[in-house]
Structure formats: C-alpha cells, structure tokens
C-alpha cells in the first residue's frame, strides 16, 4: 500500500506529516504547555503588585542576606561539584585501573542520598556532642569548645560542602560521556608534544570537556537553588527558606510571589552563565578511533582508586553507616527497648502509612509523567513544528524551576480559582462547601508533573530517537492508528526507556521536599516530610530510619540507571543538559 501523495515526508525526521494528524496533536500539546506553563505566569506576575508591609520589611532586612548567602552557596556548590565529577571522570573515563568498573557505578549512588538526609548524618557525627569532638576533647583533654577550633558544620560552608558531596554526580556523569565520546588521536598529539599527564588533563581534556562541565555546573546550580531542606536545617537564610517565611509566618503570599520571582531571576542568571561558558566550545566528534584508557599501576592506580574511593565515601558510603548507627544503636528510654528505628514513627503501622503515602504519591506522578511524556515525544516525532518544539522545551522549563517557585506559582491561580468555585457552589447549594481544590493530594501531583515531567520527556525522545522511522512507515502502510503504532510498535520497543523514565521521576518525587511541605493535604505526611520534621526538632535518631527509608528507595533506580550506563559505556547528555540538547 504506497502513501497518499499529500503526505510530505519531513526531512528532519523522514517521518510522513499527516495533515489530519497534525492539529490534533498540536492542540493537545499545546494544552499541557499552558497547563505546566501557568504556575509561572503566575510567579512573574506577582512581582507587579503593589508593594506590601511584609515585602517591605523584607526588602529592607532580609533581602541582602539571601541576595548574597545565595550567590556564596552557588559559587561554593558549583566549584565543590566541578571538582569532584571532574576529577572522578577524568579518572575512570581516561585511565584503566583495577576496580574501575566499579567505581564507575559506585560514583553515581550520592544521587540516592537527599542532600538534607545527608546533613542530619554529618551534624550527628560533627556537631559538639557528636562522636568526633566528643573523641577529640576525651583524647587532649579539653574541657570546653573555647580549648580549640573544630569546623561548624551548621555554617555556609557547611551546607556547600553537603551539597557539593550529594550533587556532583550530575558533572561526573556529563564530564565522563563527554571524555568517553573524544577520539584517541586528540590525546596522543598531546602526548607528542611531552605533556605530562597533568599537562594533558588542564591543556587538552579540561578545554575539551568545558562545554560538559558547564552543563553539569549549571545542573549543579539549579538543584543548590531548589534546596530548602540542608539550607533550613543549617539555619542559613537563602531565597527558598525565605520563601517559607514570608509565606507561613507572615502570611503574605505577594511577598512570597516576588522572592519567587526574584529566584526565577538566579534560574535564568544560572543558565545564561552555562550559555556563556559553552559560547563557541562545539567540538566534531571524531569516532574513528575511539577513546581508549591508559593502563595504570603501583602507586598511580592506587592515586586514582583512593581519588574515587574520596566522593564515594563522603558522599553515600559514609552517611548511609551513621544512619545505620543512629537508627539500630540509639534505643530510646522508657518505651519497652524499643530502638530508635521503630521509635521514629511510634507505631509501625505510622511508618507503614507514611510510606504508602510517600509510595502512591511518586509511583502515580512517574505513571502520568511516563504517559506524557510519552505522548508528547511521539506528537514531536509525528507531527514536528516550531510550535511542537516550543511546546516541548516550554515543558522542560519545570526541571530548572525550585519547588518552592513551582508551589508558590500552583497555589496562586489554584486558590483564587478554588474561592471562586467555592463561592459559587456554596450560593447554589445555599450553604458554605468549603474549598475543594486546595490542599488536595491532585494539586500536589500537579506541582510534581510540572517539576519532573522533563525528566520523562526528554528521556522518551532519546529513546524515539534510536527507532528508526521505516518502522513507523511499515505500521501505517498496513493501516495502523497513531494510538495502534505506539502501543504495538514504539511501547515494547521503548519498555526499557519508558521503566528508566519511571524511576528516575519515582525517585525524584520520593526525595522532593519543599513543594511537599507547602502543599501536601491536612494530616498527610510523607517519610520525607516526617524526616525533615523530626531532624528540625534535633530528633535525629528518630528522624534516622525514615531518611533510610527514603535512600534505599532511591537506590533501586540509581543502581539500575548506573549499571545500565556502565554496560553501555555511553550516556546521552539530552537527558541531563539543562537545554535538553547535546553538549
């Protein structure tokens, strides 16, 4: 059966564009561009009102101190970050070294690790009457903290140095591809010059990875942005723990709406920072020769083990034994001897119920994201245009958004609408209904899909991208639907991408903090809520067996997207840029 002549083949995707197909597709994408696009509108157009009493108040305080506590934590995280993923890339991805392979997953686990779980652990061990100090002044004999200098962990430093640790896998895994996708006649003209392995490492692979390494950075950036648990809990005062403030204890949402605004702003600075450092730095790349690894031994391998060893250890491995101690070794008094694991919820049946909710919440929101994510990526493989493509990076805007923006921009058009339905319910029924939409569990879904549905999409396209269009041409030859075409051709063949795409958003919304916080319904916790509630309270060993909970979930996914990097030797950065394109 040949194709109807009025189906033009498009050259970008050699896929037939269907003139009856197209509107149709247009409009439903359309439709979730404004949808996800709204809760920013909102945000922006809040910085226009009138000036309020807390605004001002605000303005005249406390706005310097987030100005400038932001801006240090940025600077801090993003050289802390390049730093370690720099390194361990270069380590892995140019040299062979026993236990390599290893590290290579090993490096990603800090993903697994919430950045605020990780500051409940090191505050436990670094903290005055932490086992550390405690150690130190038993071992000299100090009596007080005036005998000696130890570092605050509760400090600006502090919460950079536990940022950088849980988020420089974002560089490692840009930087590594990158390294990985270089051809192996670029390092041996280095070589033919004499350059030293250092020399090579800051004249040729560091030049050659900028664009990658801006990328992760710019990742690195928007995450330090989003964080409100590690920030809060370390009593530093940046945009979102301002944001908390001006909207819970001064109840003024239009003051919450301009710090969100002004956030967006350090977004936009974030990413035009990343254009800025990849202006130009495009590289071909030459895979006629692949990159090959230099085999290494003796002290030179041991450097490199003990250099990989570092992150891993500060990152994951370290923080995951002091949550282990604080929740098997640290029985609470005066309840049966019972452990501070199970003291952590009081009943088991508490712990049970706030892991379901933590567990439906994720595993409903990576579902719809999978679905449209999915549909979207198949609407920009059926029918590509200029507003297909806008439509789709409108989408992907979410990802570089905090959760505290995302959760400000929801609840302002969502509660105006909910009193305007309510009002108008409440006269036809003749009696006051109350609010339906605001503080319901569909709301925070809502937040979730607009903060994680590029994960989702973009990890769908990659996936469209490696099924060649015949298929699509023979299924329709014989007569297939679009809806007959993905469910029988491209869903089987993309089982493995749409599962990874599940997980990574699963993960994601089992970790998610602040958006959780300001919008989860009355008496509805999660084990990321309960988690931040009892550490906040410095009922860390209580607080112990739910940031457990909330790491070995998250494991599941980070070993099974690791492995499966490892196995391929190769990662798409699509999935990862903040523009969703290549580096």
Not at 200 to 212: E, S, Y
Not at 302 to 319: E, Q, S
Not at 552 to 580: H, Y
Request: proline share 5%; hydrophobic share 55%; aromatic share 10%.
């Amino acid at each position: 059966m040949s194709m109807q002549p009025e189906a033009a083949t498009n050259a970008n995707t050699d896929l037939p564009s269907y003139p009856y197909g197209r509107p149709r597709l247009l409009l439903l994408a359309g439709l979730v561009a404004i949808a996800l696009l709204i809760p920013l509108v909102a945000v922006l157009s809040s910085a226009l009102q009138d000036d309020s009493g807390a605004w001002k108040h605000i303005r005249a305080t406390t706005l310097p101190d987030l100005v400038s506590n932001s801006l240090w934590l940025l600077i801090l995280v993003g050289i802390g970050a390049a730093l370690l993923g720099t390194g361990a890339a270069w380590l892995t991805a140019k040299y062979d070294w026993r236990g390599r392979k290893t590290f290579e997953w090993l490096l990603v686990l800090p993903l697994a690790m919430p950045a605020y779980v990780m500051a409940y652990a090191y505050t436990d061990l670094l903290q005055y009457a932490g086992p550390v100090q405690t150690g130190l002044r038993e071992l000299f004999g100090w009596q007080s903290k005036s005998d000696y200098w130890f570092f605050d962990i509760r400090s600006l430093g502090g919460a950079a140095a536990v940022l950088a640790c849980a988020l420089y896998p974002y560089v490692y895994l840009l930087v590594r591809v990158a390294l990985l996708e270089r051809s192996t006649s670029l390092s041996e003209v280095g070589r033919s010059f004499g350059y030293s392995r250092l020399s090579m490492l800051f004249r040729v692979t560091l030049p050659l990875a900028r664009p990658a390494i801006a990328a992760g950075v710019a990742l690195v950036m928007m995450e330090t942005l989003a964080d409100y648990g590690t920030v809060s809990y370390f009593g530093i005062n940046t945009f979102t723990t301002g944001i908390f403030s001006a909207w819970f204890a001064q109840s003024d949402r239009v003051a919450a709406g301009k710090l969100a605004a002004i956030l967006l702003l350090f977004v936009a600075m974030v990413l035009l920072l990343e254009q800025w450092a990849r202006r130009r730095a495009r590289f071909a790349d030459n895979r006629a020769r692949p990159a090959s690894r230099t085999p290494i031994s003796g002290t030179a391998a041991l450097g490199a083990f003990v250099g990989c060893m570092i992150p891993v250890t500060v990152g994951f491995l370290l923080p995951l034994v002091l949550l282990g101690r604080l929740a098997i070794s640290e029985p609470q008094s005066g309840i049966d001897g019972m452990t501070a694991g199970a003291l952590a919820f009081n009943r088991l049946d508490e712990f049970f119920r706030l892991a379901w909710n933590s567990f439906s919440l994720a595993t409903l929101t990576a579902a719809i994201a999978v679905a449209v994510g999915l549909m979207l990526a198949y609407a920009n493989r059926r029918a590509p245009s200029l507003a297909m493509r806008f439509a789709n990076r409108a989408v992907g805007l979410g990802y570089a958004i905090p959760g505290t923006v995302i959760a400000v921009g929801v609840l302002l058009p969502v509660s105006l609408l909910d009193h305007r339905l309510a009002d108008l319910l409440s006269a036809l029924a003749g009696r006051d209904v109350g609010l339906i939409l605001t503080g319901g569990v569909s709301v925070l879904i809502y937040a979730y899909l607009i903060r994680f549905l590029a994960i989702s999409l973009q990890t769908c396209e990659a996936g469209f991208a490696k099924i060649t269009p015949s298929m699509d041409n023979a299924a329709r030859s014989l007569g297939a639907s679009n809806r007959e075409v993905v469910r029988l051709i491209h869903v089987p063949l993309l089982r493995s991408t749409l599962i990874t795409a599940g997980l990574l958003v699963f993960v994601d919304v089992m970790k998610e903090l602040p958006a959780t916080l300001v919008m989860r319904p009355f008496n509805f916790d999660t084990l990321a809520v309960r988690t931040y509630t009892l550490a906040k309270d410095e009922r860390l060993a209580e607080a112990s067996a739910a940031a457990l909970a909330i790491v070995l979930v998250g494991l599941i996914p980070v070993i099974f997207a690791s492995r499966a990097i490892t196995t391929a030797g190769d990662m798409s950065p699509a999935s990862l840029s903040p523009e969703g394109g290549r580096d």
